[in-house]
């Protein structure tokens, strides 16, 4: 699909009706507010609707400060990473929900969202995980609360990355989303047509909300309108909005993303659950592991890529079950007649 050029993107303009006056001439029939409709479906929403605060963490002795995103006054921490060219919002509707029984924090990664770097531009998984666990001893400190990494395609493999180096402190799960090293690397060769070929400027962040539903990757019209908005810029030169992270960029971590993700993820020593759009998505080794028991599969239905985005009730409830069929508590894992024991 050819992206859509800028002026296919323009509001709609009704047409002059120049037939002889009826009662159903122009004349007689009000205008209908199109642009309007429009505006209203697709309107910006503000991220307040579904966290409880937004936070700048500064890292000491670095000129880091990300944007993070917080809900939930009671659990334990669910902590939430997001894809390439999304931001922390991505989990806007989720967090709602999953706020009721857990706490929820998303990061804007570097080079995301409103998080702002020494160097926006490196995105490699080193630097990635690093930022990461700099957020969390920042926030937390020695004595974290217990702790669930969940990460979506790019931050899934950031997710992973930072459990296998076993350095967060009441670490106790790990969900990854929708990303499996086979099908990732399968698929890099593809990856600059297919960012090429997306709709590259809007006039309005309400175009940009619409083509994310009508052609993009999204599927649920509220969620866009939460996250879509911190996925963008304005383009002074061009009066127009266009893309805040240059995907396109960013080839040369590409491969670093994904190679070994499928053993790194077996590896890690916690318990893990991975959520998949589709069966068809394994490669060999998780195969062999999910056969082994090493992890939970759970394959979500009528949804595309963005898992969180699309069916966030579906979504929060697989993350609640994870918390509950584990037994994490907000400091560990919770088990019934030892608690009091080890107290003593």
Known sequence: ??????????????????????AFSAAAVPPRPATHHLFNKYAPLDWSAYFDEERSVAVADTE????????????????????????????ALA????????????????????????????????????DVIAIVRTMYGDSPPAIILVGHSMGGSVAVHVAARKVIRNLHGLVVVDVVEGTAMASLVHMQKILAHRAQHFPSIEKAIEWSVKGGSLRNIESARVSIPSTLKYDES??????????????????????????????????????L???????????IGQMQGKFQMVVVRHTGHAIQEDVPEEFASHILNFISRNKIGPNGVEIPGLIKKWQH
């Open 1 to 22: 699909m050819e992206p859509a050029p800028l002026a296919s993107l323009q509001e709609e303009e009704g047409e002059p009706d120049e037939s002889p006056s009826s």
């Open 95 to 130: 967090a709602s929900r999953i706020k009721e029984k857990a706490l929820v924090v998303a990061m804007d990664l570097r080079g995301h969202g409103k998080s702002t770097t020494s160097d926006d531009s490196d995105l490699s998984i080193e630097t990635l995980s690093n």
């Open 277 to 287: 759009a589709g069966t068809d998505r394994l490669d060999r080794a998780l195969t």
């Open 238 to 275: 061009r009066k127009c909005y266009t893309y805040h992270t240059p995907l396109e960029e960013t080839e040369k971590y590409w491969k670093g993303w994904y190679e070994g993700l499928s053993e790194k993820f077996l590896s890690c020593p916690v318990q893990k659950v991975l959520l």
């Open 64 to 91: 880091d400060v990300f944007n993070v995103y917080t809900a939930g006054s009671e659990g334990p921490v669910v902590f939430c990473l997001h894809g390439g060219g999304y931001s922390g919002l991505s989990f």
